[in-house]
């Protein structure tokens, strides 16, 4: 099953923060954040494993609560260039090789 | 070339043609997978190569067939699509195939958008 990305959809001015959630219902092992530009393929951000850990690239962030099932993807200072499409991935205990994606959050940053 | 390269990058075909989609990885990768994306769908993981094995196999139907004939290419083999299967088709590799003791940092290709008449 999925995980759920929360909000849908997120217009931002540049400089200001973003939240993104992803949530599962399964038990985790790690989870991963892509993000896409229009007509572009997706790129990765970052991986989270078991443990509650917490990672930065540059001016993003996430972290992992494994008991809650959750991550959240922080965006500080947003610049132009984040704009697109955020999915985070879960690989569950028991799934195998099996990456599941949820159904993207799309971020626009505005001038 | 480097990453991963995906041709065609569009393509048209009617409900009872023939085709195929290439994808070629030139990072070393001993993973492969394929990936469809749909509008307003989350990415749908169909198949997963580990070392030219098929490993996972998400209840795709038969219409879409894949080979991997070595660690470097994947190709998906499309016959009698429905106009459902109009989708982005996403080929991606990883150094290893995801599992506990490897990441499975996915690198994507552009993919290949087909629309079926």
């Known amino acids: 099953q999925q995980p759920v990305q929360s909000p849908q959809a997120v217009i931002l001015r540049e400089g200001e923060d973003a939240v993104i959630n992803c949530s599962s219902s399964k038990a985790l092992y790690s989870v991963h954040w892509y993000r896409q530009k229009h007509g572009e393929a997706p790129v990765f951000l970052m991986i989270l494993l078991k443990g509650g850990e917490q990672k930065g690239h540059e001016k993003i962030s996430a972290s992992f609560n494994e008991k809650k099932q959750q991550s959240s993807l922080y965006l500080t200072a947003s610049q132009l260039s984040y704009s697109g499409t955020y999915f985070c991935?879960?690989?569950?205990?028991?799934?195998?090789?099996?990456?599941?994606f949820g159904g993207g959050t799309r971020l626009m940053v505005k001038p | 070339e480097t990453g991963v390269t995906q041709t065609p990058r569009h393509l048209v075909m009617g409900m009872t043609n023939k085709k195929s989609l290439k994808c070629e990885q030139h990072?070393?990768?001993?993973?492969m997978y394929w990936y469809k994306q749909s509008a307003k769908k989350p990415l749908e993981l169909m198949f997963v190569y580990s070392l030219e094995e098929r490993v996972e196999n998400n209840s795709v139907p038969s219409r879409f067939s894949p080979e991997c004939p070595n660690s470097s290419h994947l190709f998906l083999h499309l016959h009698t699509l429905q106009p459902e299967d109009s989708a982005l088709y996403l080929c991606?590799?990883?150094?290893?195939?995801?599992?506990?003791?490897?990441?499975?940092?996915?690198?994507f290709g552009e993919g290949s958008r087909l629309t079926v008449l």
């Open positions: 990072l070393g990768h001993n993973a």
């Open positions: 991935g879960t690989h569950s205990l028991g799934a195998g090789n099996m990456l599941t």
């Open positions: 991606a590799s990883s150094q290893e195939a995801l599992g506990l003791l490897n990441t499975g940092e996915l690198f």
